[in-house]
């Protein structure tokens, strides 16, 4: 589906511009945007090469099951420790604010249902499914509710927490990988592109 649709890379100024609308962090949204730039380079079409993944779109919201919200498993508790996160943006282990397949969860609140891969015989239309979790905005709005619903279970000082520490914190936290890697490049890529539109901040 993604040859079919082609690419369709986001302008992130624009994800930027929406996102601290609604989070009002600048170096919370440039972290984010990190992964975002890992994650697909900002292709908004982007399916995961992965064989064993059902990943979408900017930010790869994984549907292969229809989700749910849960306290962070001892996997990811371990990791946030491993990273030296900073204790304040540490989500506490009996907090049930972690999206497990953001994905899944995305159509659910979109009323649609999730074809799993042991569902698929090959005859349903996934373009709809695709084209949902895929749209930008479906995937800027839900991070936003997410985020805020993290982000309410802490007490920290903004001042006090970089962008490199919220890329690491939402890798942890949302993107869920199988292993944590820095995402430092990313984002002092995400900010040199921010300084080029005249919007400076520190990583």
Not at 11 to 39: H, R, T
Request: hydrophobic share 40%; net charge negative.
């Amino acid at each position: 589906m993604e040859q079919e649709a082609g690419r369709n890379v986001v302008d992130p100024i624009d994800l930027y511009n929406d996102l601290f609308s609604a989070l009002g962090d600048e170096k919370l949204v440039v972290g984010i945007l990190a992964n975002a730039q890992k994650e697909s380079s900002f292709n908004s079409n982007a399916v995961s090469t992965k064989p064993i993944e059902s990943s979408l779109g900017l930010w790869q919201f994984n549907v292969q099951v229809s989700g749910y919200i849960d306290p962070p498993i001892p996997d990811i508790i371990q990791r946030a420790d491993q990273r030296g996160l900073p204790e304040s943006i540490k989500i506490p282990a009996n907090e049930s604010v972690i999206p497990y397949f953001a994905g899944g969860l995305l159509l659910k609140s979109k009323g649609v249902n999730v074809i799993t891969p042991t569902a698929y015989d090959g005859t349903q239309d996934l373009r709809p499914i695709y084209e949902l979790v895929t749209n930008p905005a479906n995937q800027v709005d839900y991070i936003v509710s997410t985020v805020q619903n993290m982000l309410a279970t802490l007490n920290y000082d903004p001042n006090e927490i970089t962008a490199i520490e919220w890329a690491d914190w939402f890798q942890i936290y949302f993107e869920q990988p199988g292993s944590i890697a820095t995402r430092a490049r990313s984002a002092s890529q995400v900010a040199s592109q921010l300084e080029a539109a005249g919007i400076v901040i520190p990583v």
